[in-house]
Every structure is written in structure tokens, then in C-alpha cells.
């Protein structure tokens, strides 16, 4: 299973960004879709998750804000980030959790990562 996200890029204080994931691969079915974020000398926190009923979770920091969607049919998820302030900026990761092809009709848990995309954001 691949996640591969884009999207990210500089901003001014104000503005808007959209990012995308992409999931690809051995997916069999996709239950939670989400974002994390890592400042520089910060530990990786979560910013909003998607779960496959629809519910919807954001942090506190971004609620109001930012917005988090999935299409089904596409396998992705995307975040759409309004009013972007400077405490945004970060590297971006979306998470997948669900479960993949593993052969012979089964399959098998897991919880997957994409590579990170850079958020910047000026004041």
C-alpha cells in the first residue's frame, strides 16, 4: 500500500492551502483517513481524522479552519487548510488505517504513512 501526498507549499498568514493523499497499492478497504503534522523540535501530532462512516475529528487548534474530506471511488483524502496562520507550518503526513490484499483471499491489518509534504506558512 502506497500513500502519496501533495499539495503543500508556502502561504501567507490568511491564505489557503489544499492538501491530497492518494492511497494505492493491495487496499482492500480503508476504515480511518488522517493528517498528522511535525513542527521542527516538535513531536508528530494529529490534526483531523476521517473515519469510513464519515465522522470527522479535528484538533482544537485547527477547528473552524481546516476541513477534512474522503472520496471513496478515489481512495483520498483531502485537507483543506483556510486562514492558515504561521503556527501551521509543518510537514504534512496522511495516515491510512485498514486493511490490505495479503494473498490466497485474505487479508490483513495495517496502518500506513505517506511521505510528508511541507507546509509553509509567513507572516
Request: one cysteine or more.
Given at each position: 500500500v502506497q500513500l502519496q501526498a501533495s499539495g503543500g507549499g508556502l502561504a501567507q498568514a490568511g491564505g489557503s492551502l489544499r492538501l491530497s493523499c492518494v492511497v494505492s497499492g493491495t487496499i482492500f478497504r480503508i476504515n480511518t483517513m488522517a493528517w498528522y503534522r511535525q513542527?521542527?523540535?516538535?513531536?508528530?501530532?494529529?490534526?483531523?481524522?476521517?473515519?469510513?462512516?464519515?465522522t470527522t475529528n479535528y484538533a482544537d487548534s485547527v477547528k473552524g479552519r481546516f476541513t477534512i474530506s474522503?472520496?471513496?471511488?478515489?481512495?483520498?483524502?483531502?485537507?483543506?487548510?483556510?486562514?492558515?496562520?504561521?503556527?501551521?507550518?509543518?510537514?504534512?503526513?496522511?495516515?491510512?488505517k485498514g486493511w490490505e490484499n495479503s494473498g490466497s483471499n485474505t487479508q490483513t491489518n495495517?496502518?500506513?504513512?505517506g511521505q510528508g509534504t511541507l507546509v509553509t506558512v509567513s507572516s
Open positions: 513542527s521542527p523540535g516538535k513531536q508528530r501530532e494529529s490534526v483531523a481524522f476521517i473515519t469510513s462512516g464519515l474522503r472520496d471513496a471511488i478515489k481512495n483520498t483524502v483531502y485537507l483543506q487548510m483556510n486562514s492558515l496562520k504561521p503556527e501551521d507550518t509543518a510537514v504534512y503526513y496522511c495516515n491510512v495495517g496502518n500506513w504513512w
